[in-house]
């Protein structure tokens, strides 16, 4: 799923292209995409682009008549940007936005439809999508270390939840937990004063320099290579390849659609993490630490 660093990019490339330029025309590809009813889509036409902003992971497009399209990407959903006439890409099309210089379009791939697109006017119908997660960068220490400890969960969950934390997803959490050299299974409440800045450091610091890193390779162009997966990430995607701090081979957990990377020296002293299946497989076998391993 796009996260901070990706949509932030996707929001740069909008502005570029969209800002004072109304919509000549709106093609709703497919019906399933839409999940609002009122305001209709056809709206938006003739109706200029305000900017582009985000909430959450949420790209929200907003125009004339205070009309906002909140596009949620989900896992497979991608944006691209068409010369004016070219076709949209078959079947993974879902909705087209015509400009005079361009058409946005909204595709997903694969068979499994979770993007979603809503239509709303206001400020206040825009509020409903905000799940309250903080923002790293405008937060301060003090008050990362509140949101942190409101609840007790593991670091892991605590990063990648939208009512605690603002745009972070499951990449970029594997990435700033093995900056910050601590285990994705640490409970939130058991954290002292030394780790959480490290925490915080480590939040600002990778979010920024992925987003910086992404701006530079798009340039003045589109965003085409939206992934999860990036040359370059420490562990996120990397399991067995060496840790580029200490060499030791990446380890992951998997549980549902979703996997957790990480180094076992650098962030749990050497033991390795249960994976809740493997584990129960291999029972007495499962190895405990990287010597056993």
Not at 32 to 46: D, H, I, K, N, Y
């Amino acid at each position: 799923m796009p996260e901070l660093p990706d949509v932030t990019i996707y929001m740069e490339a909008l502005d570029r292209r969209i800002v004072g330029r109304p919509v000549e025309h709106v093609r709703l590809l497919n019906p399933f995409v839409l999940r609002s009813v009122e305001p209709p889509l056809a709206a938006l036409e003739g109706r200029a682009a305000r900017g582009a902003s985000r909430i959450g992971k949420r790209l929200v497009l907003g125009f004339d008549d205070e009309l906002h399209l909140v596009i949620h990407l989900m896992i497979a959903g991608r944006l691209r940007w068409l010369a004016r006439g070219r076709k949209p890409p078959g079947r993974i099309a879902l909705l087209a936005l015509d400009f005079a210089d361009g058409t946005l379009v909204l595709t997903e791939a694969g068979t499994t439809r979770r993007a979603s697109v809503h239509l709303v006017r206001g400020r206040a119908a825009l509020a409903a999508f905000d799940r309250g997660g903080l923002d790293v960068f405008a937060a301060t220490p003090a008050q990362f270390a509140r949101r942190l400890r409101a609840e007790n969960h593991t670091l892991k969950r605590a990063l990648t939840d939208p009512r605690l934390f603002d745009g972070i997803g499951n990449a970029y959490s594997d990435e700033i937990l093995h900056a910050a050299r601590l285990s994705p299974l640490m409970l939130s409440a058991k954290m002292d004063d030394d780790a959480v800045t490290r925490l915080h450091d480590a939040a600002r610091a990778t979010l920024a320099a992925w987003t910086d890193r992404l701006r530079r390779e798009t340039g003045d162009g589109f965003p085409e290579k939206v992934t999860a997966f990036r040359e370059g990430m420490a562990v996120h995607g990397r399991f067995r390849q060496p840790c580029p701090a200490c060499g030791a081979p990446v380890q992951r957990i998997r549980y549902a659609d979703n996997e957790t990377n990480y180094c076992a020296r650098c962030q749990t002293g050497g033991r390795l993490l249960a994976d809740r299946a493997l584990s129960r497989l291999l029972g007495q076998d499962w190895p405990r630490s990287l010597d056993e391993l």
